[in-house]
């Protein structure tokens, strides 16, 4: 069964400052699709940043952007500048043996200290 | 701008009970999806369905059941609640194109079984 690894349960960041949050996956496709998604305590799942295997650029949206190790299976997201509105549970996922299942991480959640 | 609705925040309801958790999206999304969230074990796939009337299992279909009568809705139905279903029920709907874009997720359920 395909897993998604979110190493770290917990993390802390000063607001302003930069925050790196990591994701590992495992998977035997070639193509396939990578996602963080943000929880915050409204519940309200909102999509962070979408990445597409088969492009080798990291993508960046505004302050977010990821560090994809394709060979490494890491998938690794930056926040920067911090906001106190970036407190939430993040959540990686990937798409599931090509199909368009989500298998998702048991998250990281992240609080931003002012 | 509501655009996956799940018709209750909270829910409680008594061992033995049948349980239905609906689920409204208004973006003629093809697939819907079931997960469940609990603490430390992220969010895991209960049921999705690709069209009307078509479901597939997922990871924890047992004790569980949906339904899919209308493009739009997609209920979740508990048969016999349990205690051990007490948890949070997310829903989510996705287009059904060449790429996956990400899931568009309601603000959840959280379902206390007494």
């Known amino acids: 069964a395909q897993t998604v690894t979110q190493s770290q349960p917990e993390m802390s960041v000063q607001e302003a400052e930069t925050v790196t949050l990591s994701c590992t996956y495992d998977t035997s496709e070639s193509d396939y699709y990578l996602f963080w998604y943000k929880q915050p305590p409204s519940r309200q799942m909102i999509l962070v940043i979408r990445q597409e295997a088969y492009k080798q650029q990291n993508a960046t949206e505004n302050r977010f952007s990821v560090n994809f190790q394709k060979a490494a299976k890491s998938f690794s997201l930056k926040i920067s500048d911090s906001q106190l509105g970036d407190a939430a549970m993040y959540f990686c996922?990937?798409?599931?043996?090509?199909?368009?299942?989500?298998?998702f991480g048991k998250g990281t959640k992240l609080t931003v200290n002012p | 701008d509501v655009k996956v609705t799940q018709s209750s925040r909270y829910l409680v309801k008594r061992t033995g009970e049948k349980v239905f958790l609906e689920c409204v999206q208004d973006?003629?999304?093809?697939?819907m999806f079931w997960y469940r969230q609990d603490p430390g074990l992220g969010l895991r796939l209960i049921y999705f369905s690709y069209d009307v009337k078509m479901k597939e299992k997922g990871d924890i279909p047992e004790g569980y059941s949906v339904s899919r009568e209308k493009k739009e809705r997609f209920s979740l139905i508990l048969e016999s609640a349990s205690t051990n279903q007490t948890s949070m029920y997310l829903c989510a709907s996705s287009l059904r194109l060449g790429g996956n874009y990400g899931y568009t997720f309601g603000s959840g359920t959280r379902l206390t079984v007494v």
């Open positions: 996922t990937q798409t599931q043996g090509g199909s368009e299942k989500l298998v």
């Open positions: 973006m003629d999304h093809e697939n």
